[in-house]
């Protein structure tokens, strides 16, 4: 079996979704389960304060038993801000470990800050949570995550939400090249061939929100995404024809053909 | 009179109040939420034992939809 394992866990799925954006919690339940993902992000944020007691809760409709919930530190800009809200999601979800974190640098970009991630993420490492790394397609950044001990690198393609797909595939590919933990695509995918090519290229997975949630037909995309991860990873498994500039060859016998279709009579 | 800091809004106690009872005043009590305390996790284990004393910063957090 062809399975994605991150920290010595394994999943069946290699399409990671999150649980934002979406219109209600019963289209977040419908899209996240066609899109066959195991592993789920989720945000931390201050609860209201009895002004809604009867507020529903998404872990009602995203339940930790069924899924693998991997809370984020999406909002966060600074170390000490991600470090608290890993420690508070840890605490939310029974003692859970794995973790995204990603430190933002620029709320207009919401591109990560490299210095301030890698301060976060040592602290959080010696802390025992298990770092999925949100960061910049710099491969020298990555294998730094990665020495530090990281479970999964996960280069952006393009910036949060923009839906701009992959941007600079030849980073990507020296990222996968390089490392030895699963390394995941998380943002810029807009459509399922932005998938497929992330895939493609041999990501371990892909990470998406806005480009299911967004979609008009959420539920629809996430069915998309599915198995444009799936084709994407056959097609790297499968290993793809060489490429060929000006040298045509037919996939049907040169012999046989009838006389008058010949160009070269 | 104690005045508690939760989720960055002031709030007035008359006398003592732990964690458990907080819980209770915010309608929280059987929700899937996370304490931290002047910047340190209550665990779920301490609620009870943990008297709050003026001053105090809360923030109380839960899931929500995210990517």
Known sequence: MDNLVIAGKTYHSRLLVGTGKYKDFDETRTAVETSGAEIITVAIRRTNIGQNPDEPNLLDAVSPSKYTLLPNTA????????????????????????????????????????????????????????????????PIIAKQLEEIGCVAIMPLASLIGSGMGILNPWNLQIIIDNAKVPVLVDAGVGTASDAAIAMELGCDGVLMNTAIAAAQNPVLMASAMRKAVEAGREAYLAGRMAKKLYSASPSSPVSGVIASSSPNK | MMQLTINGQTQNFDGAVNVSQLIEHLSLQGKRIAIERNGVIVPRSQYTEQKLVDGDQLEVVVAVGGG
Do not use: W
């Not at chain 1, 003692?95 to 919401?110: I, N, R």
């Open chain 1, 75 to 138: 909002g966060c800009y600074t170390v000490d801000d991600a470090v608290r809200t890993l420690r508070l999601a840890r605490e939310l979800l029974d003692g859970h470990s794995l973790v995204k974190l990603e430190v933002l640098g620029d709320p207009k970009t919401l591109y990560p800050n490299m210095v301030e991630t890698i301060k976060a993420a040592e602290i959080l490492i010696k802390e025992d949570f298990q770092v999925m790394v949100y960061t910049s397609d710099d």
